[in-house]
C-alpha cells in the first residue's frame, strides 16, 4: 500500500497568515493527489485535485503543488472559515490512502 | 445538483449485522462507481471498497475483504454497504462518496460526499 506522511499534525495560524501542509508519498502517485477539508461533525470537502487543480467554487486563497513523492497545500491568508482539519487522497493506486491529517485553528 | 443522502445512526450489538444507503440523485448512478469510507471519530479516513453500478463489480480493501460488501440497486439510484460480524472496532462514521476519473492524470478523486453515517456497536 501507498504511505502518505502528511505534516504537520496541527498548525495555529492568525488572521491573513499564509500556511503550508505536505504530504509524501512511499512512492510516485504521478500528480493524483487530492486535499480535502473537513469540519467537525461533517464530511470532507474537496478543495484541490491532480495536485494543483482547484475545484470548483473553492476561494483562490487555496492553491496545490508538486509532483512524484511530494506535494503541498497552501492558504494564502488564512480566514476564520477555513479552520477544521485536512486530509490528503492518493488516487493513484488501491488502495486509495489518506494522510493523517492537519488540525488547523485560529491563532 | 449532485446529491448522496445516507441512511441515519445506527446502534447495534456485537457480532450483528447492518446494512447502510446511499440514496444518489443529480448525476447518472448507472454508468458510475461509488466507494464507501471509515472514519473513527479524530482519526483519518480509510477506503473500503469501490463499486460500478453498471455491472456491480467490486474491489475491496484487504482489510475490509469479509467485513463489507457492497452492493447497489440501480433502480432507486442507491448503493448499499453491508457491515457484517460486528465488533467495537467498526464503531465509526461511513461516508459513501463518487469517485470520478481524472483525464489528465487517469488516477481517481472523490468529489462527492454523503454526509456520514454513525455505526456504534455495543451490547
Known amino acids: 500500500d501507498i504511505q502518505m506522511t502528511q505534516s504537520p499534525a496541527s498548525l495555529s495560524a492568525s488572521l491573513g497568515e499564509t500556511i503550508s501542509i505536505e504530504c509524501r508519498a512511499s512512492?510516485?502517485?504521478?500528480?493524483?493527489l487530492a486535499w480535502y477539508q473537513q469540519k467537525s461533525g461533517k464530511s470532507p470537502q474537496l478543495l484541490i485535485y491532480a495536485a494543483n487543480r482547484l475545484q470548483d467554487g473553492v476561494p483562490s486563497r487555496f492553491s496545490g503543488s508538486g509532483s512524484g513523492t511530494q506535494y503541498s497545500l497552501k492558504i494564502s491568508g488564512m480566514q476564520p472559515e477555513d479552520e477544521g482539519d485536512y486530509f490528503c487522497l492518493q488516487g493513484s493506486k488501491f488502495p486509495l490512502t489518506f494522510g493523517s491529517g492537519t488540525k488547523l485553528e485560529i491563532k | 445538483q449532485v446529491k448522496l443522502q445516507q441512511s441515519g445512526a445506527e446502534l447495534v450489538k456485537p457480532g450483528a449485522s447492518v446494512k447502510l444507503s446511499c440514496k444518489t440523485s443529480g448525476y447518472t448512478f448507472s454508468t458510475s462507481y461509488m466507494s464507501w469510507f471509515k472514519q473513527i471519530p479524530g482519526q483519518s479516513i480509510e477506503w473500503i471498497g469501490m463499486i460500478y453500478a453498471g455491472d456491480g463489480g467490486t474491489g475491496y480493501n484487504q482489510k475490509f475483504k469479509g467485513k463489507a460488501t457492497l452492493t447497489v440497486d440501480t433502480s432507486s439510484s442507491t448503493a448499499y454497504m453491508d457491515l457484517s460480524s460486528l465488533t467495537t472496532e467498526d464503531s465509526a462514521v461511513y461516508f459513501c462518496?463518487?469517485?470520478?476519473?481524472?483525464?489528465?492524470?487517469?488516477?481517481?478523486?472523490?468529489?462527492?460526499w454523503g454526509q456520514g453515517a454513525s455505526v456504534t456497536v455495543s451490547s
Open positions: 512512492e510516485d502517485i504521478y500528480s493524483n
Open positions: 462518496a463518487r469517485p470520478c476519473i481524472i483525464r489528465v492524470t487517469g488516477g481517481y478523486v472523490m468529489d462527492a
